[in-house]
C-alpha cells in the first residue's frame, strides 16, 4: 500500500548524511512521524526511503552556550515542556510546545518536524519567531545558518537544499526586563488545529520604555510570520493602555488587509486583538517579573 | 473582556419507544444442577452499565451478591429477545422483565422448599446465601443445590416477559398515553465569554436527575458525567458542516467533540422519586441526562452577553459575530 522500499536508522549525523546522499531526492526524514505518517496513510507522500532520526540522540538537546540556548531540531515538545529553562521569562515556547496536540503527540513530536513541515498553524514557531531564532542547517559541505523566517518559502516550504537538514535552533538568552507570552485560540483545548496563535518577545525598562518588541502569529498568512507594522507603533515608546489599544486596532488593519476576502476574515480580525491582548500581557508580566528580582 | 453568566435548562422525556410501538423484554430464569442462578436476556452492554445494574435486580430478590449472578446478555444464541438498547428503555424494560423472571422463580423454589420440608403455607422463608431458610428456625433449611437435585429437568426454569404501556397519539385530538414513564432533570452552568475572542469556558456546573431509584448510584454518575461532555460537544463544539449535501466534517479531525480538557467538573445531585411501575421504582437515565445541557449553556451565554443564540454549535465566530451585532 506504500510506496517504501527501504528504510534507515542512522546513529550519527555522517551516517545521517550518508543515507541521504544515498537516497536522494526519494529520502524523507522522520522524527516523530505525526505528520510524515497522516501524510502516507493519505497517499500525499511517496517517498520510496524513510530516514529515521527519531534515535538520533545527537540532535536532541537543550543547551545554553555563550549567552545563546540551542535545541535540537530532535528535540520532543516534551522534552521542552519538561525543561525548566522555559519555566521564567521563556515561558512563551514552553505554552506553545504544550498546545501541540495531545500527550501522545507531545512525546513523539519534535521542534525541528514542526518547523520544516511549514504549517501556518505550527504552535512552536510564532514563539522562536517572536525569539528571532536562526536555523542551522548540516550537509556534507557543512553548516549553514539563517533567520528562521527567511528559512520559510511558503506553505510546506522551507529552505533546505538536497542533501541538508535542519539541525538544531538557536537564540538569544533573555536578560531581565524582557519576557515571551503566547496566546492560542483553538476550537477546544486540546487536540485541535490553531485558529490563531500570537507570540510577543518584549523588551521593557523600568520606566515603561519599549526597547524592543517582536510580534509573529501562526495561523493568519501563508506561514507564520512576524507583525513588523504592529511592532513599529511600540517599539521605543511608552507603554500605556492607549498605546496598546493602539496597537490592537492596527492589528485589525494588518488582518483584514491580509485576509480580505476569505471566509473568515471578519472573525480573525476581531479575534486577533484579543489574542494579541493576552499574549502581550503575558510578555509585559514576564519581564517585569524580572525587573523586580533586578531591584531586589 | 471577560463576562460571566447564569443559565438554566430543564427538561422532561418520556422513555421506551413509544406512541403505541410494542415495547417488549424478556427473560429467563433458571437454577442449574449445581444450584447457580443464571439469568439470560438479550440486552446489551454498550458502555452504560447494564450488564452490573440489571444483574443486581435478580440478586436483591434472590439474596445473593450481584456477583455470584450468571448474567447471559447480548448472545442471540443463549438469550431471548430484549429490544434494542435505546430509548433510555433497558433498565425500566428489561429491569422489569429480570424482575418478573426472578421473583416466578423465588415462588417456584418456595413451594418447593416447603414440599421437601413439609412445610405449612403460612410458615415465612427467606432467601440467604443459595438457601431457603425457615424465619426464626434456620435449622429447617435447604440449599438450591438440593432443590435442584430432587426437581425434574426444566422445573427451575421460568421465562417472563414485559411490555411497557404505551398507546398511539389521536393524531387529531392529541390525546393518548404515548410514554410511559417520564423522567426529570435541570441543568444549571455558569460561562465566562471572551467579548474579545467569543470564546467561552464553563466555569460551574450542576446536573440534576430523576432517576426514579439509584440502582448504581456511581453507574449514575458516570452516566451523567457524559451526558454533560456529549451534550457540551453538542452545545460549543460538534458540526457536519454539510454543504450542498455533503458531509464536509468527516473525520475527527474536523469534527470536534470534547477532551479531557475540556471536560467540565459537574456537581451531580441524584433524584430518587420511585416509579411504581418500574423495577424497585427505577427508570433510565441514558438520554435524559444530555437534553437540558444545551439549554442551559444557551441560557447563560444570554446571561453574560445579551444574545440569543439559536444555531448551535455556538463556535467562536458565531458568537463574536452575534455580540459585535448587539453592540
Redesign the interface.
Known sequence: MYDIEKTYKPRSISSLLDAMEETGQEGKIIAGGTDVVVKLRDGALTSKALIDISGLKEMQFIREIEGKVQIGAGTTFSDIEEHDLFDGRLKGLKEGAMEVG?PQIRNAGTLGGNICNASPAADTVPPLLALDTTVVLCSKKGLRSMKLEEFFLGKGKVDLVPGEFLYYIEFEQMTREQGLGFEK?G???????S?ICTAVFIDLDQDLMINNIRIANGSLGPNSLREREVENILKGEKLTEALKEKAQIKFKEVINRRLKGRR?V??KE??I???F?EALEKSIERAMEKSKEGIQ | MKKTGKGIGIMFYGTGYGNGYPDISRAKAKIDTDGRFTISSGACEVGQGAKTSLAQIPAEILGILTKEVIFDHEDTKTTLDAGTCAASRQTYNTGNAMKMASESLKRILESKAREILNLSEEEPLVFDNHEVIVEGDPSKRISFKQIANTADVGDLEVVEIFQAVTTKMNEETGEGNPYWPYTFGACGVEVVV??????LDISKAILVQDVGRAVNPKLIEGQMDGGFAMAQGYAL?EDLNIVKGEIKHHNF?KY?I?????AVEVKKIIVEDPESSAPFGAKGIGEPVMIPVAPAILNAIYDAVGVRITEIPV???KL??AI?EVG
Open positions: 495531545s485560540l476550537p477546544r483545548k486540546a487536540l485541535a488545529i485558529k473568515d471578519d472573525f476581531e479575534a486583538r484579543g489574542i491582548r | 471572551d467579548t474579545e475572542t467569543g470564546t463544539l479531525t470536534l470534547p477532551t479531557a480538557l475540556d463556535t467562536p465566530e463574536l459575530k459585535k
